[in-house]
């Protein structure tokens, strides 16, 4: 079982979750109704200024979208980096884990009210593989009575 604690297992799927969202939502456009390529259509094509760039709301929309993943990729090497950490230094590093795990969580309940299950799903799994990973770390430190 030593490839599937919490820590990697997460890792793996945040890797599926950026190449899912990416390839799926940002570059995978598929027909959603009359009004919805309306919709899009629109948002590629009025251009306005905006702290003096030519911007689109596609643009907006596509830049924001690929930044999301680019931080679930890098979410997926801290997590991995996280695993390779020995319990009794896991210490100065536990913030920067249960920060990755609240981020996650925060993830999760905004596609719950956003978005559609699958990425809801993802991403609530995910969050509490990262927090079982946060406290298996913490409690195996202070089991072996490491200083904090």
């Not at 919805?36 to 948002?43: E, T």
């Not at 090497?77 to 996280?82: E, K």
Request: charged fraction near 10%; glycine fraction near 12%.
């Amino acid at each position: 079982m030593k490839f599937l604690r919490p820590y990697r297992v997460a890792a793996v799927l945040l890797v599926i979750f950026c190449g899912l969202h990416t390839a799926g939502g940002m570059f995978g456009r598929k027909d959603l109704g009359f009004a919805a390529n309306a919709v899009f259509i629109s948002m590629q094509s009025v251009f306005f200024d905006f702290g003096g760039a030519r911007c689109s709301w596609y643009g907006f929309w596509l830049g924001f979208g690929l930044t999301v993943s680019l931080f679930l990729l890098l979410a997926a090497v801290v997590s991995w980096q996280l695993d390779k950490v020995a319990p009794a230094d896991f210490g100065p590093l536990e913030v920067i884990a249960w920060a990755l795990a609240l981020s996650m969580a925060g993830t999760a309940a905004l596609s719950w009210m956003y978005f559609f299950a699958g990425s809801a799903i993802l991403a609530t799994v995910v969050a509490g593989l990262l927090v079982a990973g946060a406290i298996g770390k913490g409690f195996t430190r202070e089991r072996r009575g490491s200083p904090q």
